[in-house]
């Protein structure tokens, strides 16, 4: 009696041993599922951020080009300006000049 005592004891035993164990199981198969979501989640923001910044770096590229477009624009118009002054003066001395004779 005391024998099958022990041996039922030791069957229960493993019975919950292996149920406890089932349950880590799933749990740990449930973690596994929800950090391979979490991987492809990331993944695929990983991927959707590099296209953002990829198309940032063309817009960031097309904009140091219309300023350098820019800048090129601004000082020809510095020289033009500068060349109309000089021709200004020249005229007005060529002029005092005239109005002299």
Known sequence: EDSNDKAAKLATEGKDRAEAAEKLKAQAE??????????????????????????LREEIRGTEQRLSTAEAARDG?????????????????????????
């Open 30 to 55: 449930q973690d596994l599922k929800r950090s391979r979501e979490q991987h492809e989640a990331t993944t695929a923001d990983l991927v959707r951020l590099k296209t953002q910044c990829e198309a």
């Open 77 to 101: 118009a510095y020289k033009s300006r500068d060349s109309a002054v000089q021709d200004a003066d020249r005229a007005r001395k060529l002029q005092q000049e005239a109005n002299k004779r």
